[in-house]
């Protein structure tokens, strides 16, 4: 496992949206965020008026979940958003390996490309269920499906064949 975990934007909003935030401690332990990442999904000087935005205002202040930074300049990548760049340069500084919990196509790629792990939504939801945090992981699909949250139908599939649920 991965000595230092980031997070970007949309693992926590979408684990956020079905309950799921909780079970990153006992998956990771603490987990990073840049503090870019912070700005996009807690607004300025909120007391988190919306469930996403309480959850992780609450994961914050239970210490686990942490702010990270100050963020590198280099590696320059220019084509990703402020918060998967950072989460990118954040895990390329680190002495030991690192794991991004990251979600969006192109950020992944970069990630891949510059050697570091990547796992998405879907991922934490089987390992959720791999180490018997959730009773089922494709409850978990349906939930976060109906807050409008899209994972793939293919990555949903290969998940749940992985943890038996096919």
Do not use: N
């Not at 210490?63 to 895990?91: R, S």
Request: hydrophobic share 50%; with cysteine.
């Amino acid at each position: 496992m991965a000595g230092f975990v980031l997070t970007d934007a949309s693992p926590l909003i979408g684990l956020a949206r079905v309950d799921g935030l909780r079970w990153l401690q006992p998956l990771f332990g603490v987990v990073w965020i840049p503090a870019e990442v912070k700005l996009e999904v807690v607004s300025a000087g909120s007391t988190g008026g919306f469930a996403e935005e309480a959850a992780i205002l609450h994961a914050l202040a239970q210490g686990w979940l942490q702010i990270c930074g100050p963020t590198p300049l280099e590696p320059t990548l220019p084509d990703l958003d402020e918060g998967e760049a950072a989460c990118i340069k954040l895990a390329l500084s680190q002495p030991h390996s690192a794991l991004v919990l990251m979600d969006e196509r192109a950020g992944r790629a970069v990630a891949q490309e510059w050697g570091l792990q990547v796992a998405g939504t879907a991922a934490i939801i089987g390992i959720a269920r791999s180490r018997g945090l959730i009773r089922s992981a494709s409850e978990v699909f349906a939930r976060l499906h109906a807050s409008d949250f899209r994972i793939s139908a293919d990555v949903i599939r290969t998940i749940l064949k992985r943890v038996g649920e096919s």
